[in-house]
């Protein structure tokens, strides 16, 4: 039997990839990788967070989006918009409480406060 699948990295279409690598970089608490341009920057971890530019905008939700566990969702989220995140709708559900969010290109994300 083969060796189950890894996630490699979750990559990004953007507009400018080394803006974009910093935002994630700092909400994440990484590091971007040496080399990044406008068009082409990674940020190191595991999984790897990758950033590439396309010359078209984003026009829709996401279909997929990313869940971030925090401990203080108020701090996180003030941070997050602190960073360039614009916050939107709060939301407390079957005992998780998050707060979705978008990133300054408009690609959602959640953070998230895990039930106990």
């Given at each position: 039997?083969?060796?189950?699948?890894?996630?490699?990295?979750?990559?990004?279409?953007?507009?400018?990839?080394?803006?974009?690598?910093r935002f994630w970089a700092q909400l994440l608490g990484r590091e971007v990788a040496a080399g990044a341009t406008s068009?082409?920057?990674?940020?190191?971890?595991?999984?790897?967070?990758?950033?590439?530019?396309?010359?078209?905008?984003?026009?829709?939700k996401n279909r997929?989006?990313?869940?971030i566990a925090v401990d203080v969702l108020a701090d996180a989220v003030v941070r997050a918009v602190e960073l360039g995140a614009e916050q939107g709708?709060?939301?407390?559900?079957?005992?998780?409480?998050?707060?979705?969010?978008a990133d300054p290109e408009g690609n959602e994300f959640d953070l998230v406060v895990l039930p106990s």
């Open positions: 039997m083969s060796a189950p699948h890894t996630i490699a990295s979750i990559t990004f279409d953007c507009s400018d990839a080394a803006s974009l690598a068009d082409y920057a990674s940020v190191d971890g595991d999984p790897a967070f990758t950033f590439i530019a396309v010359p078209e905008d984003k026009r829709a997929m989006h990313l869940d709708e709060e939301f407390d559900e079957d005992g998780y409480h998050w707060v979705t969010c």
